[in-house]
């Protein structure tokens, strides 16, 4: 059983959005921190956006790299998927864009879906 699997990929226009999505399977995700990662072809992965856990007792706290900031916004829908709304893409956005989930050690990653950003 693949534990995160993304969907929602593609090809689009700059300036246009994309709303990858990710669904866990066999854990609770919103015990889970998220975070979405990106690696651009050529380049090291980076990372876009992360958020803690539901049950964080610091409430929510939200991370945007610079690059996406006012752009793209990360979301969870409780246990079971998680989103990245991408909007005003770039051609520097391309790139293959993976989710993570953490806690206690447990440490899951999607299989990674292609972001093509190209007129």
């Known amino acids: 059983q693949v534990p995160l699997v993304e969907s929602g990929g593609g090809l689009v226009q700059p300036g246009g959005s994309l709303r990858l999505s990710c669904t866990a399977s066999?854990?609770?995700?919103?015990?889970?921190?998220i975070a979405w990662v990106r690696q651009a072809p050529g380049k090291e992965r980076e990372g876009v956006s992360c958020?803690?856990?539901?049950?964080?007792?610091?409430?929510?706290?939200t991370y945007y790299s610079d690059s996406v900031k006012g752009r793209f916004t990360i979301s969870r829908d409780k246990a079971r998927k998680m989103y990245l709304q991408m909007n005003s893409l770039k051609a520097e956005d391309t790139g293959v864009y993976y989710c993570?989930?953490?806690?206690?050690?447990?440490?899951?990653w999607g299989q990674g879906t292609q972001v093509t950003v190209s007129a």
């Open positions: 958020v803690n856990s539901d049950i964080d007792s610091n409430g929510d706290i």
């Open positions: 993570r989930a953490l806690y206690r050690g447990r440490d899951y």
């Open positions: 066999g854990f609770a995700l919103n015990y889970y921190a």
